[in-house]
């Protein structure tokens, strides 16, 4: 009966060990990922890029959670010509924000989940596919009624926020508070 016993406890390790193996196979950074998987940082991809090749990365990922639940965009208020929006845009907005100031965007770059130091704000464009793809399918965690901050300057005074009580860019005075959800490229 021992000899039984230890070839079902063998089994089943030899299942776990197996089914640990496939589960971090999932979140690897060469794997292939659809909308709204879990990516390697343990966020949801929202973004496939088609030009991944010429790029050089091929998805965008959502932190799971939110950085800050009321920060300004910048304080002191000033222009900084951060005015990428598309997609792809976000990385070096946030680059230009964080040189010149404390911002929303360096909460975004000091997020180290996943144990990923390569966070950024999302541009307008990423903000809205955020919406599209995350959002409106009830993924994230993303909460409704409240605002997020782009990395997209709108002009001296604002940014763009997008509200994702009804995903609706709008200019908003960088120095109002809102929600603040970091993104990674890979």
Known sequence: MTKKLIMFF???LLILTSCEYQVLDLYNEGA???LRDRGPAGGWIFYENPDW???GWKYLEAAPVDQSSGTTWMNPVSYIGAIGTGIGTGKANTDLIISATTSSAKSCR???GGGYDDWFLPSRDELLKIYDNLMV???GGFLSINGYWSSSESD????????FING????????SSNHVRA???F
């Open 53 to 55: 090749e010429a790029d």
């Open 137 to 139: 399918y009830s993924v």
């Open 10 to 12: 063998f089994l089943i």
């Open 32 to 34: 292939d990922y659809n």
């Open 183 to 185: 993104i990674r490229r």
């Open 156 to 163: 001296a005074s604002n940014a763009i926020t997008v509200y």
């Open 168 to 175: 609706s860019p709008s200019s908003t005075s960088k120095n």
């Open 110 to 112: 000091d997020y180290r």
